[in-house]
């Protein structure tokens, strides 16, 4: 071969090498670039994922939308978390209503307030709960486009029967100058009774409180009110034992405008549960089912409740419509729910 024939060669041999380097970098730089895209997706999957807004994402979420405002913190008593109401910032037309609380046609349906112990009848979309001790938040649902109708804390109470005033009399004469006092000490009645005219103070019954023995010593001190002028009784409940959860019946479709105008489906409602600090929510029953009724057992540590489904496909749910019967057994480390039928 000649000299000038090899020359030649030899440079595009040389540059068909460079070219395959350039070519082998700039695959393995852009197979590089696709496996951090892949990863960023993964990781904004899982965060997407999570049950509850983080922190960071909470005052945003309510500020960047216009139809709900954060509304004054609710305390809830041996509840260390203040629970901050999500709500609507519009009023709702009603030129029906006569409630006290309508302005103009227009009635203001934010509301939170306690019905029974621990039980609340509430309009709102949603919650932030504070851990008091931390200061981290979480938000219940990660939108706020449910309203949430009334929230129960279960818990097993115990009962107080006191006598609070300084001095009883009867006749018109002070015995010992002291009040009578009917308490609990360990799960035991400590009770004040009136025998012939006389006051035994601090004796201890050798039975557990129940219903029973409260509405009996009531009775008896009703009864020798009337005849010795003895006055100031009153039964004071108090939490026994905190069961550290939440349970919410929610409307999942408040807005909606159904074609057929016969249907009530949007008007029914779904149950829910959390932890006490807003974290771990579930729904307790299938879609396409609707709360019909609840019942709380404090005695058995259960909650039951019972549901519907439109099983005539209507679009009404009557009576005419299947019943889901279901417990939550609160005696278990986590209570899970359970359906039942005989």
């Known amino acids: 071969m000649k000299k000038s024939t090899v020359l030649p060669l030899l440079s595009v041999s040389l540059l068909l090498s460079l070219t395959a380097c350039q070519n082998a970098e700039k695959s393995l730089e852009k197979s590089s670039k696709t496996q951090s895209s892949t990863s960023n997706s993964n990781n904004q999957q899982t965060t997407n994922t999570e049950d509850h807004t983080s922190d960071s994402s909470i005052n945003s979420n309510i500020d960047s939308d216009p139809m709900v405002k954060l509304d004054f913190p609710q305390l809830i008593d041996d509840i260390p978390y203040l629970l901050h109401p999500i ?21 203001e349906i934010n509301f939170f307030y306690e019905s029974s112990p621990y039980h609340y009848q509430t309009h709102i979309n949603n919650l932030i709960f504070e851990n008091l001790k931390t200061d981290t938040t979480t938000q219940l649902f990660k939108h706020n486009n449910f309203v949430i109708k009334s929230i129960f804390y279960p818990y097993i109470p115990k009962k107080q029967l006191i006598i609070n005033k300084k001095i009883v009399k009867i006749d018109g004469q002070a015995i010992n100058g002291q009040a009578v006092e009917v308490q609990t000490v360990n799960g035991q009645v400590v009770d004040g009774k009136i025998i012939e005219g006389q006051i035994t103070e601090g004796e201890t019954l050798n039975t557990q409180l129940t219903d029973e023995n409260i509405e009996k010593t009531l009775q008896e001190l009703t009864t020798n009110t009337a005849k010795h002028k003895l006055t100031d009784f009153e039964i004071k409940i108090t939490p026994k034992q905190m069961l550290k959860h939440f349970i919410y019946q929610v409307n999942e479709q408040a807005d909606a405008k159904p074609e057929n105008k016969k249907s009530n489906l949007h008007k029914q409602l779904a149950l829910y549960m959390s932890d006490e600090n807003g974290e771990n929510l ?10 019909s009724d609840t019942k709380w057992m404090p005695t058995l540590k259960r909650f039951y409740f019972i549901t519907q489904s439109d099983s005539d496909g209507n679009g009404i749910i009557d009576n005419k419509d299947k019943y889901h019967n279901y417990l939550i057994d609160f005696n278990a480390e986590k209570p899970i729910v359970k359906s039942y039928s005989f």
């Not at 030129?95 to 227009?106: A, T």
């Not at 579930?282 to 709360?291: A, C, E, T």
Request: proline share 6%; net charge positive; no cysteine.
């Open 87 to 107: 709500v609507p910032t519009t009023a709702v037309e009603n030129k029906m209503s006569k409630s006290f609380i309508s302005k103009g046609g227009y009635e």
């Open 282 to 291: 579930n729904k307790l029953h299938p879609d396409g089912q609707y709360l």
